[in-house]
């Protein structure tokens, strides 16, 4: 053989030798941006916001916040970016967009076709949040939008109280959640103003959503609260590992939201399933056409035992969510008024232990 043929053989071995290499690494890389989507999709949120402006201009003149503008990433330093200017709550502020979702996204001189035709405009917290997040943070999962943005100081946690119960004609509210941990405001603030309102009667009950075992405990130390909302369903059981133990071991309530995973355990999924534009289903690994078909024939082993109940899979669910140990409710959507009686009936269902033990089995298939 030649020393022709040998250099290029070794080229040749090198070279495949860094392709499998750079499979393996591109494949790390997927799965740790799947992890970080799936993450990011679980404390997904949505956020009713008024678009007062926008417009494509360069970050100097943008309005952002300096820090953003100082610490771009190296796509955005000489490209014009979509910039909006939108009302979240009672405050104004301006926010990145993602390109593709800017053109959806209705300006004020369009509110009134927006409401007329809502379905044109369908968009995602997300998409106006992603790159704002990764130049502030540089990451693409949490903190996530509210710990930028969301501010739960004591004048504001009061002044909504308050004009949420002038909106809703009522001298009180039952159950009153710190719908989000915020990282920029003490908690010790945060929970004096709760404890304010408790004491003038304007709350009865004071909750959280979305917080761990740490966040939990202390949260313990400034105030008597009751319960927890977090994610939870057959097949997002990360909550179960210490959220869900702490509040059984404190005597504090577990609602759960999402019982029926955005729609996956209703058994209507199909794999060809097409989302409308912004729908982050799109994009998360429960929603991927391998995983709703997985999802289904576990819901078909199990869709006898509904019609035995005389219940929908739906109903099925609800009930082994509500009997799951240390879940207090499950809070589910609804679309109608039909749909909301459809789900209200789950409570009717009676399982056996033999029952959640056989549809446990079947989970064990699944996860």
């Not at 405009?121 to 943005?149: F, Q």
Request: with cysteine; glycine share 4%.
């Amino acid at each position: 053989m030649s020393t022709l043929s040998i250099v290029l053989l070794v080229i040749l071995v090198v070279l495949i030798i860094a392709c499998v290499v750079l499979y393996f690494l591109g494949k790390k890389a997927e799965k740790k941006q799947a992890e970080q989507q799936e993450q990011l999709d679980a404390v997904a949120q949505t956020v009713s916001m008024l678009i007062i402006d926008k417009g494509k201009m360069k970050l100097k003149d943008s309005g952002l916040p300096q820090i953003v503008i100082d610490n771009p990433p190296k796509y955005l330093r000489r490209s014009k970016v979509p910039v909006v200017k939108a009302k979240v709550g009672p405050r104004i502020t301006t926010l990145m967009c993602d390109a593709q979702i800017y053109p959806l996204i209705p300006v004020k001189k369009e509110v009134k076709e927006f409401k007329e035709n809502p379905d044109k405009y369908k968009a995602h917290v997300g998409d106006v949040s992603t790159v704002l997040r990764v130049a502030l943070t540089g990451r693409t999962n949490t903190p996530d939008m509210y710990e930028i943005m969301q501010v739960l100081g004591k004048e504001s946690i009061i002044k909504e109280c308050e004009d949420s119960l002038r909106r809703l004609k009522t001298d009180y509210i039952d159950l009153y959640q710190i719908h989000w941990p915020d990282t920029t405001t003490p908690m010790s603030e945060t929970f004096e103003a709760v404890e304010r309102l408790i004491e003038q009667g304007k709350v009865r009950y004071a909750g959280v959503c979305n917080y761990d075992d740490h966040l939990l405990a202390e949260a313990d130390q400034y105030i008597s609260w009751v319960s927890d909302q977090i994610p939870f369903s057959m097949v997002n059981r990360e909550t179960e590992k210490k959220t869900i133990p702490w509040c059984v071991q404190h005597g504090k309530s577990v609602l759960a939201y999402s019982p029926l995973e955005r729609g996956l355990l209703t058994g209507k999924m199909t794999p060809n399933h097409k989302f409308a534009p912004g729908d982050h289903r799109a994009h998360h690994p429960f929603f991927t056409a391998e995983s709703i078909l997985r999802t289904n024939a576990f819901l078909e082993k199990i869709r006898p035992l509904a019609h035995e109940k005389g219940a929908s899979l739906s109903q099925l669910v609800l009930r082994w969510t509500i009997d799951h140990p240390g879940i207090t409710i499950a809070l589910v959507g609804a679309r109608n008024p039909e749909q909301a009686v459809s789900n209200a009936h789950a409570t009717h269902i009676i399982l056996k232990r033999d029952e959640m033990d056989f549809i446990n089995k079947q989970l064990e298939v699944l996860l």
